[in-house]
């Protein structure tokens, strides 16, 4: 069965820092690119950072470049969503995905809220 778990989401201040964690089971993980994505309030979902199986290539939305850092541990089936400098903007639920070819899987979730 697969599952991704999303942890570390939360209610922090403006300037603030979060580090979300996806915990993946089910598949190989090692095989699949790995991405976050949010969604705010109203709004699409929209991709935040992507990580290539290895590890090797990353990529951002614009918005996100210089303050989130993606990062993936292979051997703990785990990636992570370094998030600094936080704005009103940012917040929004938070969801890890999982893609290889025409396979996808999505975790449920977990919310971020900026606010002083």
């Known amino acids: 069965q697969v599952q991704l778990v999303e942890s570390g989401g939360g209610l922090v201040q403006p300037g603030g820092s979060l580090r979300l964690s996806c915990a993946a089971s089910?598949?190989?993980?090692?095989?699949?690119?790995m991405s976050w994505y949010r969604q705010a309030p109203g709004k699409e979902r929209e991709l935040v950072a992507a990580i290539t199986s290895t590890g090797g290539s990353t990529n951002y939305a614009n918005s996100m470049k210089g303050r989130f850092t993606i990062s993936r541990d292979n051997a703990k089936n785990r990636v992570y969503l370094q998030m600094n400098s936080l704005k009103p903007e940012d917040t929004a639920v938070y969801y890890c995905?999982?893609?290889?070819?025409?396979?996808?899987?999505w975790g449920q979730g977990t919310q971020v809220t900026v606010s002083s």
């Open positions: 089910g598949f190989t993980f090692s095989s699949y690119t």
């Open positions: 995905n999982a893609q290889m070819y025409f396979y996808a899987y």
